[in-house]
């Protein structure tokens, strides 16, 4: 009867295993055609100053919409761009739609973009980088690439030449998810970063966690020592807003203050929370 039940259960396994990874093959062919016929799209996530409630930038973040799957999540799908080999390219073209929607959106604002760590193992990449911004018109300085920790697995050396060939020519760099990577306090110093951006986890559990408020109180003022802006991910509630403002973390982004949105939303939602006379 237990052989009986163990037999079973693997054979469950093995058909889950299965599923999976014809989910994954499928995933990934889907992902090819989208990137051919360009049917991704951008959504535009405000970032607001938490000192003044005006918008100081909007975060891309990539959308796809499947025939077979319908609305995949790029948690799901971003991991198998990256494993087929998928990821320089829609990394580019994600770049390349962003910088091209930002001269819509209020001139002073930033635009933030996510590179992939898969990106960093081109050894183009920052000629690409650059090429692709120098077309757009977008003024390098508009422009915040977001890098988790998860880059400095890679190669270092070559990481932090590209970050600082980045940096020399104007771009704004983010170590984004900050808190839930590897060994974070080494790569502060290595590399100015210009804004840390905190992760979710933390900011969801700040009023109920006394660890979590002082890591973020402790995030805050080592950013600030070490003269980088914060950002606070997932903000979802007015009490987190008022707390992480006491916390004087620079700007927020969230449920709480937008959605992600469409462009032309984005845009309208800017032109309402924007400094007077900007
Ligand atoms: P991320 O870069 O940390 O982006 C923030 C994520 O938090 C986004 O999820 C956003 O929709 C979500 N979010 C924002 N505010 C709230 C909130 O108040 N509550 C909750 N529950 N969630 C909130 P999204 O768009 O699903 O993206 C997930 C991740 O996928 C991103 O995390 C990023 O790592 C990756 N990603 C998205 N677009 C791109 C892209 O163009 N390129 C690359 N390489 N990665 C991307
Ligand atoms: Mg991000
Ligand atoms: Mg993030
Ligand atoms: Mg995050």
Not at 31 to 45: D, T
Not at 53 to 82: C, K, M, Y
Not at 89 to 102: K, N
């Amino acid at each position: 009867e237990a052989k009986a039940r163990g037999r079973r259960q693997a054979q469950f396994f093995c058909m889950a295993m299965d599923e999976k990874a014809q989910r994954r093959i499928a995933l990934e062919d889907g992902l090819r055609q989208a990137l051919a016929q360009r049917a991704m799209h951008l959504v535009y996530q405000p970032q607001i100053s938490l000192r003044t409630h005006q918008i100081t930038g909007v975060e891309a973040l990539l959308r796809w919409s499947s025939p077979r799957f319908g609305n995949v999540s790029p948690a799901e799908f971003i991991p198998v761009a990256e494993e087929a080999g998928l990821i320089r390219d829609i990394g580019l073209w994600v770049l390349e739609t962003a910088c091209t929607a930002a001269h819509q959106l209020p001139a002073g604002l930033l635009v933030a973009v996510n590179l992939s760590a898969c990106q960093f193992d081109d050894e183009l990449l920052v000629d690409k980088i650059l090429e692709v911004v120098a077309r757009s018109g977008l003024p390098a300085e508009r422009l915040e690439l977001e890098i988790t920790e998860s880059v400095f697995l890679k190669d270092t050396e070559d990481v932090l030449t590209a970050l600082h060939r980045l940096r020399a020519a104007g771009i704004r760099i983010a170590l984004d998810d900050f808190g839930v990577g590897y060994s974070s306090l080494a790569y502060l110093r290595s590399f100015p970063f210009h804004k840390l951006k905190i992760d979710r986890s933390f900011v969801m559990a700040i009023l109920q966690s006394a660890e979590s408020q002082a890591i973020v109180r402790s995030v805050i003022d080592l950013a600030s020592a070490l003269h980088m802006e914060t950002t606070a991910e997932g903000i979802e509630t007015a009490e987190q807003a008022a707390l992480l403002t006491q916390l004087a973390c620079t700007t927020g982004q969230g449920y709480h203050f937008a959605r992600p949105l469409p462009l032309e939303a984005a845009t309208a939602f800017a032109a309402t929370h924007l400094a007077p006379g900007a």
